[in-house]
């Protein structure tokens, strides 16, 4: 593998993080002021309201666990950077 090749891995493991992490944002963003505004309603629709929050309780779940994954990720990726460059040191020290 050339040294070239895992820098770019790295980088790009690094942006797809950063994406992922960027959406599982606005998503959490998203539902959260979704339970905002339905803190406005009448007694009446309380009722649709919690099955409505049932159901929204897995997305905010998930969105969580994205950005979770997203974080792993983005560490994975900055270890692959560090090595990669790490390595090109080691081979620097020894052409030199």
Same mark, same amino acid.
């Given at each position: 593998?050339? %040294?070239? !090749?895992?820098?770019? !891995? @790295? %980088? =790009? @493991?690094? &942006? /797809? ?6 959406? *599982? *944002? +606005?998503?959490? $963003? $998203?539902?959260?002021? *979704? ?5 406005? %309603? #009448?007694?009446?629709?309380?009722? &649709? ?12 779940? =998930?969105? %969580? +666990?994205?950005? /979770? +994954?997203?974080?792993?990720?983005? /560490?994975?990726?900055a270890?692959?950077? /560090? #090595? $990669? ?8 020290d +020894?052409?030199?």
């Open positions: 593998m050339e %040294i070239q !090749s895992a820098f770019n !891995s @790295g %980088i =790009q @493991g690094f &942006q /797809k993080a950063t994406d992922e992490a960027n959406q *599982a *944002a +606005v998503n959490i $963003a $998203a539902e959260t002021s *979704a339970s905002r505004d339905e803190s406005t %309603i #009448t007694q009446t629709e309380i009722s &649709q309201t919690a099955v409505n929050n049932e159901q929204k309780i897995p997305d905010l779940n =998930q969105s %969580i +666990v994205d950005l /979770k +994954v997203a974080e792993f990720q983005a /560490k994975s990726s270890q692959v950077i /560090k #090595t $990669a460059d790490e390595v090109l040191g080691t081979l620097l +020894v052409t030199a």
